[in-house]
């Protein structure tokens, strides 16, 4: 995982050249990096955990680079985070065909990759605090250990992508297309998910404390061994839908309409129904 690290410092870098402080300090930061991440593995996150919370905290490089003096003649780093989204669409996928894994362990924060064709790319390790993925077409897709705190994915197509370890907290999911999707053991800390199509989702290991899932039509949807705890279902629709091993007893369903089935499994597991209407 360290070797990730360094790679991970390689690819923040990368816009910026060769200036001649790089090598130390790139030197330097890994240092930092990897002491973050040893103290992390120290207090008992796994080593996906550890490694996203470490990227997490590696700011923004730009920051750094005002301090650094470098090029601007032939190193200049496009600050144009459109222009910046063009040189990876075009300048990775399209000469690198199909290379789905040229995105791994990369540092794309705060990028507009908004209505790209991304479909099968793999994400995995990658730092995309704050990144646009509006209406683009995601599906297929892998996010393992990914940071995605703060990225938005409003319209976009998410249909059989697979989230695993990763930081989706604050992330808006407004509108967008989660059908098939498999969510494993992931943060949504205030994550919105206004008008998302969760037909066949599953949401397994994952932390949902708070999150409002109102107004939503969930058929075949799972939330498995996952935290529900103070999230709301209201006025929702819920058809054949699980929550084996979560937490329910403060989750509201008020208004709510769902099958026999799905009332039968919650009213087990104590949730509050009194205001549900079985079809």
């Keep these: 995982m360290k070797t990730n690290l360094k790679q991970f410092l390689n690819d923040a870098f990368k816009p910026y050249g060769d200036f001649p402080a790089r090598k130390d300090v790139e030197q330097e930061l890994l240092a930092n990096l990897e002491e973050k991440y040893d103290d992390l593995k120290a207090n008992g996150k796994s080593d996906e955990r550890a490694y996203t919370l470490t990227i997490e905290s590696f700011g923004d490089v730009s920051e750094i680079m005002e301090h650094i003096p470098y090029n601007d003649q032939s190193q200049k780093k496009t600050e144009d985070k459109q222009g910046l989204a063009k040189t990876i669409v075009d300048g990775i996928i399209s000469t690198v065909s199909g290379d789905s894994s040229r995105f791994r362990a990369t540092a794309l924060q ?53 989230f695993d370890s990763s930081d989706l907290t604050e992330t808006d999911l407004t509108e967008a297309n989660l059908s098939g999707a498999i969510l494993r053991r992931c943060s949504f800390k205030n994550a919105v998910f206004t008008h998302t199509v969760l037909t066949g989702t599953e949401f397994n290991q994952s932390d949902l404390t708070n999150i409002v899932f109102d107004d939503l039509t969930l058929n075949g949807t799972t939330f498995n061994s996952s935290s529900t705890k103070n999230a709301t279902f209201k006025n929702a629709r819920l058809t054949n839908v699980s929550f084996h091993h979560s937490e329910v007893k403060h ?15 919650l009213k087990g597991m104590k949730a509050k129904l009194d205001k549900v209407l079985v079809n």
Excluded: C, I
């Excluded at 790319?121 to 683009?136: C, E, P, V, W």
């Design 110 to 162: 705060d990028v507009d990759l908004a209505d790209t064709e991304l479909a099968g790319s793999d994400f995995s390790m990658s730092a995309l605090m704050g990144t646009s993925f509006d209406k683009s077409d995601l599906r297929q897709s892998k996010f393992k250990a990914s940071a995605l705190k703060g990225a938005s994915f409003v319209g976009a197509n998410l249909a059989d992508s697979r």
């Design 251 to 265: 989750t509201n369903f008020d208004g709510a309409t769902m099958d026999k089935v799905t009332y039968a499994l």
